[in-house]
């Protein structure tokens, strides 16, 4: 039995993965790049556009409050926390939204450099990359578009389940048929399954 990859070591020095499969599919947020990258940027341009429209609070101030907030509680609710912290007016809450989908960032998002080797090793070994990530498609290809794929994105394709969903396509069923490959060549990495989730039939 093959040992699928330990996507908890990503960020350590050394990631192991088998060569047994043809197709390798990976989640996008926290497996291919750190999700805090983006979201704490996302922060930096709202709070950027709440100085300039309401002139509080200071940009420095809920900059440095959203990062605490982050760290203790993540993403799930921070514009509640801008509210209680700060009494910024619900109307805002949509521009949030905005940004989350639609942002412009300052930085570039960078790949863990273990996962883009990994990645590069891949491709060398005439594998096939794919991303396959859940979520808004708006948002995650607006993610897509500001990662730093150092050539990768040659040989990458991107797959959104929930257009998958929505057209009632089963994703490893598309994946094998895309690829023209047996579904148990199909090895999927999720950030759900920190540890990495061999897809197959059998599964």
């Not at 450099?113 to 891949?122: A, D, I, N």
Request: glycine share 4%; hydrophobic share 40%; aromatic share 14%.
């Amino acid at each position: 039995m093959s040992t699928p990859i330990d996507i908890a070591n990503v960020t350590s020095a050394n990631v192991n993965i088998t060569n047994d499969k043809q197709v390798y599919a990976f989640e996008l947020d926290s497996i291919i790049y750190p999700k805090q990258d983006y979201d704490l940027q996302v922060y930096y341009l709202f709070a950027s556009f709440i100085e300039f429209t309401e002139t509080f609070p200071p940009q420095a101030e809920l900059i440095a409050f959203s990062k605490t907030a982050y760290e203790q509680h993540g993403a799930e609710g921070m514009f509640q926390r801008f509210q209680d912290a700060f009494g910024i007016p619900e109307k805002y809450g949509e521009q949030l939204q905005y940004l989350y989908a639609n942002a412009q960032l300052p930085l570039p998002l960078l790949m863990y450099p273990e996962m883009e080797q990994l990645l590069k090793e891949l491709v060398a070994a005439g594998k096939q990359i794919c991303i396959l990530t859940a979520g808004n498609p708006i948002e995650k290809l607006n993610k897509i578009k500001h990662i730093q794929w150092n050539g990768l994105q040659q040989s990458l394709k991107v797959y959104f389940l929930d257009e998958l969903k929505f057209r009632e396509l089963e994703p490893l069923s598309f994946l094998s048929e895309s690829y023209e490959v047996n579904s148990d060549q199909i090895a999927y990495y999720s950030s759900k399954d920190i540890n990495g989730l061999l897809v197959t039939d059998n599964n």
